[in-house]
């Protein structure tokens, strides 16, 4: 398996472009999950999915959208870029949606700079 | 609520020597605890978990955590530091309001283990 994988690895933007982060798993986990690290600040929730066509915000979902047409994939959208979005990007995944030990495995991150 | 916070931003701790870093939680119900390591250029590696039962988790790469329910900590610790541990480790929260597999991450702390 080659778990979770992100693309690409590094990104750099102009304000106002858009562009769309992948995120894939073999694994055939349900849960699938954007956070955004930023110095300081942890890992904060931007959108996850429970399963295929099912997606919800998290904790700062403005500015990006995403969508689950398949098991394998949940691509992260930046609509206009901006600066305040320069950040490195973590998907995650998990087995089930909602069992209490349920762990979460991370892909290697996307590091973004918009300029 | 949930939360977790984590009081210092790096640790220093010689080669050979124990070592903790602290994470206090705040839930409202039954907390499920877990530790996340990062190094350099990476992503986030699973450590250890707390669930239910003994107080004590064993994890991965000889670490372990305390749960302590009457001061609501979730201390990580290593008998014995190396080199090796130098990084950046993560304490989170389950997100048990929404019923999805969510997480909530401490600011993190970054471990230096000096030779």
């Known amino acids: 398996n080659a778990g979770v994988t992100q693309t690409p690895k590094f990104q750099v933007l102009k304000t106002g472009q858009s562009m769309t982060l992948q995120c894939a798993q073999d694994?055939?986990?349900?849960?699938m999950s954007w956070y955004r690290q930023d110095p300081g600040m942890g890992l904060r929730l931007i959108h996850y999915s429970v399963g295929a066509g099912i997606t919800d915000q998290g904790e700062v979902p403005n500015g990006y959208n995403v969508s689950r047409s398949t098991t394998e994939d949940f691509p992260l959208r930046l609509l206009s870029a901006a600066p305040s979005q320069t950040s490195v990007y973590f998907c995650?995944?998990?087995?089930?949606?909602?069992?209490?030990?349920?762990?979460?495995?991370f892909g290697p991150g996307t590091r973004l700079l918009v300029l | 609520a949930q939360s977790v916070a984590q009081p210092e931003d790096q640790v220093n701790v010689a080669e050979g020597n124990p070592l903790t870093v602290k994470c206090t939680y705040s839930?409202?119900?039954?907390?499920?605890l877990f530790w996340y390591v990062q190094y350099p250029n990476r992503g986030l590696q699973f450590l250890l978990k707390y669930i239910t039962g003994d107080n004590l988790v064993k994890g991965s790469y000889g670490f372990e955590a305390e749960f302590n329910k009457s001061q609501t900590s979730f201390h990580l610790k290593k008998p014995s530091a190396l080199v090796s541990d130098s990084a950046l480790y993560f304490c989170?929260?389950?997100?048990?309001?929404?019923?999805?597999?969510?997480?909530?991450f401490g600011t993190g702390t970054r471990l230096t283990v000096i030779p």
């Open positions: 839930v409202s119900g039954n907390p499920y």
């Open positions: 694994m055939n986990h349900e849960y």
């Open positions: 989170a929260v389950r997100d048990i309001q929404t019923g999805a597999n969510n997480l909530f």
């Open positions: 995650a995944s998990s087995y089930s949606p909602q069992g209490l030990q349920e762990t979460q495995y």
